[in-house]
T-cell receptor
Framework: DAGVTQSPTHLIKTRGQQVTLRCSPK?????VSWYQQALGQGPQFIFQ???????QRGNFPDRFSGHQFPNYSSELNVNALLLGDSALYLC???????????FGSGTRLTVV | GIQVEQSPPDLILQEGANSTLRCNFS?????LQWFHQNPWGQLINLFY???GTKQNGRLSATTVATERYSLLYISSSQTTDSGVYFC???????????FGKGTRLHILP
């Protein structure tokens, strides 16, 4: 049973560019959340998707957007990249209800 | 918003020692999870523990929801236990998951 898979594992982008990160949830999970983790900090909640709609959103600007597909996989898009967007981006999936979340290995984004 | 505070922020122990990590939260929560983040960034789910006590090998956890805290116990520490331990709570009013800042654990051989 595959867990949460994220791609790519590492990415280097230039300021001003756009980036798309991808996440496939664990089998049986229908809810996907995205987190940003800066170096030395705890993960910060970006947004959550369920039934192909954004259900919750953290304190992130509109440059951060997402999508969930009918197969529950999800994308995170970041436009007009800033140096401060450099971080580990984590995807978590879970079943609807209070059963806890499983995290992927993350995508490490470096903006130069 | 809800505050999640973890203590201590850093802990250095010799292999074989026992440790207790604490997580305090300031509001009612639906659930609480403990994670271990390894040096490669992978967050490993240790416990899903909204209340009560659970044990898994050398690790155990207790959450007292009425008093808004949770404890993670690590016995007979091994060097592979090194890393950052995070507590994450799902706040009741909107289901958002909030992480603490973590406890960085170093186990010396």
């Amino acid at each position: 049973d595959a867990g949460v898979t994220q791609s790519p594992t590492h990415l280097i982008k230039t300021r001003g560019q756009q980036v798309t990160l991808r996440c496939s949830p664990k089998s049986g999970h229908d809810t996907v959340s995205w987190y940003q983790q800066a170096l030395g900090q705890g993960p910060q909640f970006i947004f959550q998707y369920y039934e192909e709609e954004e259900r919750q959103r953290g304190n992130f600007p509109d440059r951060f957007s997402g999508h969930q597909f009918p197969n529950y996989s999800s994308e995170l898009n970041v436009n007009a990249l800033l140096l401060g967007d450099s971080a580990l981006y984590l995807c978590a999936s879970g079943p609807r209800g209070n059963y806890g979340y499983t995290f992927g290995s993350g995508t490490r984004l470096t903006v130069v | 918003g809800i505050q999640v505070e973890q203590s201590p922020p850093d802990l250095i122990l010799q292999e074989g020692a026992n440790s207790t990590l604490r997580c305090n939260f300031s509001d009612s929560v639906n659930n609480l999870q403990w994670f271990h983040q390894n040096p490669w960034g992978q967050l490993i789910n240790l416990f899903y523990i909204p209340s009560g006590t659970k044990q898994n090998g050398r690790l155990s956890a207790t959450t007292v929801a009425t008093e808004r805290y949770s404890l993670l116990y690590i016995s007979s520490s091994q060097t592979t236990d090194s890393g950052v331990y995070f507590c994450a709570v799902e706040r009741r009013r909107d289901d958002k998951i909030i992480f603490g800042k973590g406890t960085r654990l170093h186990i010396l051989p």
